[in-house]
């Protein structure tokens, strides 16, 4: 099966962090920027421009010269992956499906002075249902959130990365061509889980603002290979953040 992951276009967060190198003033689930929504018009036009059913039998095209094939649609819950899945799955015509357990590491939080990072409860399910008709919800997301929990601990990131990981083995084949809208930590846990690296702060797996990675493997998880990492190509080198 063939895994693509796409971390989301610049959100207002990752802007305010370029431009200040401070997290004063972030917000707990924040929109795309403007420049995200410029990054992602970029992916979604060139996926779909790419999008090649055909694939279905082409099992070696490791460069993705022939185009792209999603069979599967995943996207965090956090509003700047739903957004750019979003607009990815719907020029593709495809299904987006949310999945809880992509968000970043850490949930939704803000920081409140003494008392720390609180968790917050992230967008109910009308939001989703409202904002983007169609969509197919998780059914942990509820009228109440989906998060509620106080700030993720890096051990629960990690076991929550080979629970991502176990749900993609059971419920696809080898045939299977699955892309996940996420995000850059997140990514970190997921790859490391995959070669059963226990990662740290001292080493990054790169991703940039809708930068795509593709990863294959069998079902029996037998044979893993990492095909590219971070593939930013089809972006004007301006808009590379």
């Known amino acids: 099966m063939q895994i693509y992951f796409i971390r989301h276009a610049q959100s207002n967060n990752n802007d305010l962090y370029d431009r200040t190198g401070k997290s004063d003033g972030r917000d ?6 403007t420049i995200g929504k410029i990054q992602a018009k970029f992916l979604s036009e060139y996926l779909a421009n790419n999008f090649n059913e055909n694939l279905r039998n082409i099992n070696n095209d490791p460069h993705n010269r022939f185009g792209y094939f999603f069979d599967t649609c995943l996207a965090s819950p956090m509003v700047r992956a739903v957004d750019t899945g979003w607009q990815c799955s719907t020029l593709m015509g ?17 920081e409140n002075g003494n008392k720390g990072l609180i968790g917050l409860p992230g967008k109910p399910k009308s939001y989703f249902l409202t904002r983007y008709p169609g969509i197919i919800m998780d059914e942990n997301i509820s009228e109440e959130g989906w998060w509620n929990q106080p700030f993720e601990p890096q051990e629960v990131r990690k076991a929550r990365a080979k629970r991502v990981w176990d749900m993609i083995f059971k419920e696809h084949d080898d045939s ?15 790859l490391s889980a995959l070669i059963d690296y226990d990662w740290s702060e001292q080493v990054k797996f790169k991703m940039n603002n809708v930068g795509i990675s ?8 037998t044979l893993k290979e990492i095909v590219y990492i971070n593939k930013v190509d089809f972006l004007p080198s301006d808009l590379i953040t």
Do not use: C, T
């Open 28 to 33: 707990e689930d924040p929109e795309l920027s």
């Open 94 to 110: 495809q299904k987006l499906k949310l999945s809880v357990d992509l968000h970043e590491g850490g949930g939704i939080f803000l």
């Open 176 to 190: 299977s061509r699955i892309v996940l809208f996420s995000h850059f930590g997140f990514f970190n846990y997921f």
């Open 214 to 221: 593709r990863i294959d493997v069998n079902a029996d998880r």
